[in-house]
């Protein structure tokens, strides 16, 4: 076999300008379809980020009425939904890929929060445990945290994001001011942002609807123990997960969706806890685009069948060309298998160049499409190796023609061949 490799070298270089003509066709065909299937899996993550976040492995498992989620402010406080006790929060801790688990509650900051004259007429208010600013990957900008004697002594104090303390405050400094919420004067004592400097497109299932509409606005955040201050009433609360990686949200929040709705005890059956399934979102957009996907593979596929056609013209040549020494194999002893091997292991040798040189370009051409139209390259290196396993496929079944005619050349009529 190694034998039969270094007389394929040898051959190949003897002729380099006919065997890369030769390893074009496989070359632009396995180029193509690296290229293409970069493309592909860089524009699914893309979407992947554009729809979920940069980083944010959270799911949020919230109580909805039907498909939207349940509205405090038009309906009231349901019947049959309890409060999350520590006891459920700890079994939530406990699923499989869950890294943190956090607690909330949410309602609409219409005409709710004002500083003087100046009030935030969208965005919502939270009340939030100790967990919740780490879990979603919030940090400190300015200011100060939540305390653990915040919680335990109720205090009226207030975080705000950027995009409220804009709002609210107009350049002026927050910190230490006093803000009336729900007609209660709490005290600004920090400003929180997002941790990662990416920012999504869409952040959860509502900013896809509403396209920024609410978040744009801006969020307050309150202890949730001061929460009974501004509303009075217990009320169903959220659950955010925080995941080890993405790609596991759907399962770990269908099964916290499960553990929560078996503590309620509602009569209507369109009321339940259910999880934003934002990366089945994101395969549902990436499944739109699957059929285009394929049929262009397949088109960059028929450059290899092509270039399959191009080696068993340029092996038939060859073999015209070397009768006389097949011949010459032949009357010293060499068997079919053996003439059989060489030639298809030369075909093997060249196709086999052309799928590297291929996987190279196609690389370098994904590159450029992902510098001038601005998407993620994202290379798969199971489809590399395919690439080239496929393309040495492709010189075998092509080159078995030329091969067996080799092999089965009458040893006197080739030596007899000019």
């Known amino acids: 076999m190694l034998e039969n490799i270094r007389l394929s070298f040898q051959g190949l270089w003897s002729h380099k300008m006919r065997s890369f003509l030769t390893m074009l066709g496989i070359i632009i065909g396995i180029a193509a379809i690296i290229a293409i299937v970069s493309t592909i899996k860089g524009t699914n993550e893309q979407i992947k980020e554009n729809l979920i976040g940069s980083g944010e492995n959270t799911v949020n498992v919230q109580f909805y009425q039907g498909d939207n989620v349940y509205e405090i402010d038009w309906n009231g406080i349901p019947d049959g939904v309890p409060v999350i006790s520590e006891e459920t929060k700890n079994t939530l801790r406990e699923l499989k890929h869950v890294e943190g688990v956090s607690l909330y509650t949410a309602r609409e900051a219409y005409n709710a929060a004002y500083y003087k004259n100046n009030g935030l007429s969208g965005g919502k208010i939270y009340g939030i445990d100790r967990d919740y600013l780490n879990v979603c ?22 975080l705000l994001d950027e995009n409220s303390a804009e709002t609210i405050f107009q350049g002026e400094e927050p910190i230490g001011k006093t803000l009336e919420i729900q007609r209660e004067p709490f005290t600004v004592i920090g400003v929180i942002a997002k941790s990662s400097k990416f920012e999504p497109v869409i952040n959860s299932l509502e900013e896809y609807y509403d396209i920024y509409a609410q978040r744009n606005n801006g969020a307050l955040y309150v202890p949730d123990t001061t929460w009974p201050i501004l509303y009075s009433y217990d009320e169903p609360q959220s659950v955010v997960l925080k995941l080890d990686k993405v ?9 916290a969706a499960e553990i929560l709705n078996a503590k309620i005890s509602v009569q209507d059956d369109t009321m339940k806890y259910k999880a934003d399934d934002l990366l089945k979102k994101a395969e ?11 049929m262009l593979i397949w088109i ?51 196709t086999s160049l052309g799928g590297l040189v291929g996987v190279i370009v196609g690389i370098v051409l994904a590159e450029v499409i992902s510098k001038v139209t601005g998407t993620l390259m994202a290379i798969s290196v199971p489809a590399a190796i395919l690439a080239v396993v496929f393309s040495m496929f492709i010189g075998i079944l092509f080159g078995l023609l030329p091969s067996y005619k080799a092999a089965n050349l009458n040893p006197i009529e080739a030596l007899r061949h000019e």
């Open 284 to 294: 549902d957009i990436q499944n739109l685009g699957q059929s285009t996907n394929m």
């Open 247 to 255: 790609d596991n949200m759907t399962v770990a929040g269908r099964s």
């Open 300 to 350: 960059a596929g028929i450059s290899l069948l092509v270039g399959g056609i191009g080696v068993m013209n340029i092996m038939l040549v060859s073999v015209t060309e070397r009768t006389q020494e097949i011949g010459l194999k032949k009357a010293i002893g060499a068997r079919k298998g053996k003439v059989l091997g060489q030639f298809l292991t030369e075909a093997a040798v060249l």
């Open 137 to 158: 990957n919030y940090i400190l900008k300015k200011g100060r945290g939540f305390t653990e004697s915040d919680y335990k002594k109720f205090r009226k104090v207030v």
